[in-house]
């Protein structure tokens, strides 16, 4: 009935000694039937701590110390003499609570007083008046005479359990990380600066943009800076220039803050400090406390570097949880405590890539509020004293023996499937137009700077960091004035050129690595000239072609999107729907802070996944304040092996053939043939024929869209003329003069020197037009709709169509982009019910956390357009399933073919189930969903929305089973009040208790609701059809916002289901088979490009389902009987964004599926 003893540390029993078999300690007593002395009943904890009350006076008073009561006659022999432990230190420790508490279990020991010292008799007297002891608990804190403490250690000469002369070592970190060097004990690596005070700029320290440099050796950014004085808690972070630059100011407790985000980014200057390298701790710290070498409690807390914002409870205290420790771990926290010497220690340990590095030893401390702790700490230390002591006092004393450890099976919970991973791969959020400028260069300059940089090793080179750009800069300002002196008409041709690239390098005033790269790609021979009359000014000889790439970046839309739908998010762990504080115990936060959710964040190595990777984390974890800190600790840069990166400029050859047929036939002057449509369209999916429709012709429609952006250029141009709106500020601090420069661009190399038309350009004309009519449609500029509709229809076709035309060519191409990543979700699936060994929370002592042995891995990939099309392609035609056979799948590939494009933000969702009442080899026991939103909603998207059939419709099989709330597990018709699924972030701020009162974007104008909506239609946000019907109020759109009235910040949509009923097995089978036949498929899609392109032959040769007719997907789409949008936007959405056309039935653009 005991409880084993353990902190999250395992105690050596016989010797430490201190988890006694209680039941066997009463019926010792019982049989004795007589107590030495009347023991107070002594209750410990609370509640559910009942089964341990009767444990410390059994335990203690009656079994340890009842050797003499074998003689019988402990009545005639003399008294023992008590042993007396004093406890010297300051009145603030040795009256805190953990020390009372402890002292009031020490008092129980039958043989043990208790004496504090006063502090005025520490201060004032000297030691000879010092109360007399056989063992001191003495330890150093602020103000405390630690000389004196030796001294009366040497006179006393009493037992000490906390060593003092080392407790000088460890108020200088220098010593501390000295002596854990020499203990072998594993430490980030690290430099020390040592300054003297009185000339402070004699020092080994040079500081560069991005590293610093101490004694010879480089610490890059993100790097630690310590002061050597343990007491200074004035610890700085500080960041690359890459994440955002700037530091973090970590510090002693101020009410609920411990460190404070600063722009500065440059080094102190007076002081000695250790500099060291910053481990990525997916930001939590573990502190460790020893009670003697045996036993260690191990708890986690919010690293202060994170956010800076300390979690208290409703008592006002840090939230910390308990932490198992491994194997190593316990052999770090023994090694720690012996290599001090003090029994009593703490200490910090950073758990970073597999590894566990101590960073801080803090000497004598205590847990704060832990009954579990308290409990141990006395035994352990009672036995220690009465081990060490009991024998010169002659007092008879045995070591009580270990009970088993008990071992703990967590339960399973009916029928109900415990969620054991979630893989996300998402888009990044919103950003401004990406933007590049090509330039031939022949300037001795630039090849200096070429070979500078190592350039002529690979014959390329990319320049991000400030200190690269400014050079780049520089070079552009020199041969601008050199232009302006002597006219050389060498380099005239370039003066525009020159002058934008100085523009665009000048933007924002200063450099901040995430905006802007120059690429420089050696040419042999020059480049090849485009055109005839271009001929006769081309020079021979090598020349350097200069790409300069801007834009591109993380809009504050962007982020508002990607932290909302990290708020989201969390719904779709167990208790996510809940309250997290009103219910203790559920929640994602709740999961994650106790070491049960193992998350890993990665993100391409581009600025604006990586901000949206960060602003996600920020939603999902509720973390407050900046972006940089929480990216450098949670954010994993996966450009390792192009996880999740691709190199754009080198294109497979299919896709460069994919490419020159997609442009042939566009630039035909004619309309679209059945031909055409086979040659486009090979799946027949509805988004693109619909698009194909609009267009009819595709030269007259780019010659309509040419005429568009000259007329919107000319808009601009009058606008700037006009002196009120000159210096207009646009939305993200941009400029009508930059906005013009963006547009007058695209109209030059939109239509060619030859009259045609460039068609890759088409994407960036798209790109531009959306971004100007969401955040700019403040500027009214006119037949901005028409431009929109246009180049929206021609993207649609050419932006998927590039990743493949035929469904062989898609799968090639998507395998070339993201094997690595499907390798990578394959181990994912396979490591969550092998993997053992992550962090765990320790089962016994996480009382009111439901299900301690519960684990849920969690791996968010975050990635651009380009990998989420590839994957997409690779579950469509990779032959998962058949959806001839699989009813479900093939209604989730009618949807899909329905989907336009797939927007920011888009997701593609993995989960895996473990039902445990399956037995564990057979096939049902792990199950597979797969689930996809296409991301933020469209401005105009409200009359065209394909619809799929929401978020885990119930299925067949758990029809009959009794739906859960709070587990998603079975969302059907009537609990549509509970279910929250991953909706637009409008939906979630209606209902999420954490967001009340934030306003985002130009979000007030989406709380108009229409009068027509029921109640019970404002909670049921998305209907979860069980396969019987879809109804729901009609929602109304509130007349009179058009375009304009589009919201700042866009809503996602939620969740749709592809598949809910796979097994591991399946899936991992496909996987298996897609990354092996990525080899082979390259040589077979070579061979069928080079035969004449036929649809029927291109599908046979991967999959085996045959191609779609379109006749056939047509009859499982129709038209449906009410305006489209009334199922899944809530009214507020339509009423900000509501259908600026009312054509709503048209029956050619509009497709619902049957049911």
């Given amino acids: 009935m005991s409880r084993t003893s353990d902190g999250a540390g395992v105690v050596a029993g016989a010797e430490a000694g201190e988890g006694e078999g209680a039941g066997e300690g009463e019926r010792e007593a019982l049989e004795r039937g007589r107590s030495h002395r009347d023991v107070p009943r002594f209750v410990i904890g609370c509640g559910d701590d009942e089964q341990d009350m009767g444990q410390m006076e059994a335990g203690m008073k009656n079994e340890m110390f ?50 504090i010292f006063p502090e005025e008799v520490i201060l004032e007297e000297p030691v000879e008046n010092w109360p007399l002891c056989d063992c001191l608990i003495s330890f150093h804190s602020k103000g405390f005479p630690l000389d004196k403490a030796v001294e009366y250690a040497k006179l006393r000469n009493p037992l000490l359990l906390n060593d003092l002369n080392m407790q000088y070592f460890i108020q200088d970190r220098r010593e501390v990380y000295r002596i854990l060097k020499e203990e072998g004990i594993d430490l980030p690596r690290y430099g020390v600066l040592n300054r003297d005070p009185d000339n402070p700029e004699e020092c080994n320290l040079v500081e560069g943009e991005d590293h610093v440099e101490v004694n010879g050796e480089v610490f890059p950014k993100p790097f630690v800076e310590k002061p050597v004085c343990a007491e200074d808690h004035n610890v700085y972070i500080y960041y690359p220039s890459s994440a955002g630059g700037g530091s973090q100011r970590l510090f002693r407790k101020i009410g609920s803050r411990s460190s404070v985000y600063s722009p500065e980014a440059s080094v102190r200057k007076t002081g000695s400090y250790i500099y060291e390298e910053f481990m990525p701790t997916d930001g939590t710290d573990v502190k460790v406390y020893t009670v003697g070498p045996d036993y260690a409690h191990a708890e986690a807390r919010k690293s202060p570097a994170l956010d800076g914002k300390v979690e208290r409870d409703s008592e006002g205290k840090e939230i910390r949880y308990p932490v198992m420790l491994t194997a190593m771990e316990k052999l770090v926290a023994r090694k720690v405590c012996l290599a001090f010497k003090q029994t009593v220690c703490g200490f910090d340990l950073l758990r970073a890539n597999g590894h566990s590095y101590v960073c801080d030893v803090n000497g004598f401390s205590f847990v704060k509020n832990s009954m579990k702790y308290y409990d141990d700490c006395a035994k352990v230390l009672g036995n220690m004293v009465m081990r060490e002591l009991a024998p010169q006092f002659h007092i008879p004393w045995s070591i009580p023996m270990e009970a088993e450890d008990i071992p703990i099976v967590p339960t399973t919970s009916g029928t109900m499937m415990e969620l054991r991973c979630v893989i996300a791969i998402i888009r990044h959020g919103d950003r401004t137009p990406k933007q590049k400028m090509k330039m031939e260069v022949r300037h001795p300059l630039f090849f200096d700077l070429f070979e500078k940089h190592g350039g002529y090793k690979s014959g390329k080179l990319k320049l991000k960091k400030p200190k690269q750009l400014q050079e780049v800069l520089d070079i552009a300002r020199l041969l601008l004035v050199e232009l302006v002196q002597h006219n050389d008409c060498e380099i005239e041709e370039k003066k525009s050129k020159l002058e934008q690239l100085k523009t665009v390098l000048e933007m924002y005033g200063h450099f901040s690595g995430i905006n802007r790269k120059v690429q420089l790609t050696y040419l042999r021979n020059g480049q090849p000239k485009a055109s005839s009359e271009e001929e006769d000014c081309k020079k021979d000889g090598p020349s350097l072609l200069l790409v300069l790439k801007w834009g591109g970046e993380l809009t504050p839309a962007g982020r508002v999107q990607a932290e909302e739908l990290g708020r989201a998010f969390r719904c779709m762990y167990p208790g996510g729907q809940g309250d997290y504080a009103g219910f203790p115990g559920c929640g994602l936060l709740r999961l994650h802070s106790t070491y049960r959710h193992d998350l890993k964040i990665y993100a391409s190595d581009e600025g604006r996944v990586q901000m949206t990777a960060a602003a996600f984390a920020k939603g999902l974890l509720a973390l407050e304040g900046e972006l940089t800190p929480i990216l450098v600790q949670m954010v994993k840069s996966a450009n390792m092996n192009g996880l999740l990166d691709s190199d754009s400029d080198s294109l497979t050859d299919c896709q460069q053939k994919v490419k020159a047929r997609l442009h042939e036939i566009m630039q035909r002057s004619q309309e679209f043939t059945e031909d055409d449509y086979l040659k486009l369209a090979p799946t027949s999916s509805p988004s693109l024929v619909n698009s194909m429709k609009i267009i009819t012709n595709p030269v007259t429609t780019c010659d309509k869209v040419y005429a568009l952006i000259q007329s919107l250029n000319s808009q601009i141009r009058k606008r700037l003329e006009d002196p009120k709106s000159a210096d207009l500020q646009l939305y993200h601090s941009e400029t009508l003069e930059l906005m013009l420069q963006r547009w007058s661009k695209l109209e030059r190399d939109f239509r060619m020197k030859n009259g045609r038309y460039d068609i890759s350009k088409i994407p960036d004309i798209y790109d531009c037009i959306k971004y100007d009519s969401q955040h700019n449609a403040s500027l009214g500029l006119e037949d901005t709709l028409e431009l929109f509709r246009l180049s929206r229809a021609l993207a649609d076709i050419v932006i998927p169509q590039e990743y493949g035309i035929s469904k062989a060519e898609k799968l090639d191409i998507a395998q070339a982009y993201c094997v690595p990543l499907m390798k990578k979700i394959q181990l994912d699936l396979q490591r969550t019910h092998e993997d053992e060994a992550v962090n765990k929370l320790h089962p016994l002592y996480s009382r009111g956390v439901m299900s301690p042995g519960r684990h849920v891995r969690t791996r968010l990939y975050f990635t651009s357009e380009s990998h989420v099309h590839s994957l997409l392609s690779v579950f469509r035609y990779g032959g998962l399933l058949d959806d001839e056979k699989d009813q479900q799948w093939k209604q989730a590939m009618d949807y899909l073919s329905a989907v336009t ?56 099989e758990n029809q009959d089973k009794k739906p859960n709330q709070g587990s998603l597990e079975d969302l059907s018709q009537d609990q549509l009040d509970q279910a929250l699924p991953l909706s637009d972030p409008i939906n979630i701020q209606r209902k999420s208790p954490m967001i009340r009162n934030r306003k985002t974007g130009s979000m007030e104008v989406l709380s108009e609701t229409s009068p027509s909506q029921s109640s019970k239609g404002s909670m049921s946000h998305r209907l979860f059809p069980s396969s019987c019907s879809r109804q729901s109020p009609e929602i109304k759109p509130a007349s009179g916002l058009g375009f304009e009235g589009c919201s700042m910040v866009p809503s996602i949509y939620p969740l749709e289901t592809l598949h809910n009923s796979l097994s591991l097995k399946q899936v991992d089978e496909f996987l298996n088979t897609v990354c092996a036949s990525s080899s082979e498929a390259h040589a077979k899609t070579m061979r069928a490009l080079s035969c004449l392109f036929d649809s029927q032959s291109q599908t046979s040769l991967y999959s085996p389902q045959p191609a779609l007719s379109s006749s056939g997907s047509e009859t499982s789409l129709r038209p449906p009987s009410q305006p489209l949008w009334h199922g899944s936007i809530p009214s507020s959405a339509v009423s900000s964004a509501g259908p600026s056309s009312p054509n709503t039935e048209s029956p050619g653009a509009n497709f619902g599926f049957s049911e």
């Avoid at 420790?93 to 279990?105: A, G, N, V, Y």
């Fill in 66 to 115: 009842r050797e003499e009561d074998m003689e019988g006659d402990d009545d005639e022999s003399p008294p023992e003499r008590q042993i007396v432990v004093g406890i010297c230190a300051m009145v603030k420790k040795s009256k805190s609570k953990p020390m009372t508490q402890i002292l009031e279990r020490l008092c129980k020991f039958d043989y043990i007083d208790m004496v």
């Fill in 901 to 956: 494009e797939l927007n920011y933000m888009t997701q593609i969702v993995i989960m895996l189930y473990e039902d445990n009442n399956k037995d564990p080899s057979s096939e049902e026991r792990f199950h597979v969903e797969i689930h996809f939103s296409p991301g933020v909603k469209g401005c105009e998207d409200e009359e065209n929305v394909p619809l799929g059939f929401g978020f885990r419709p119930a299925s067949s």
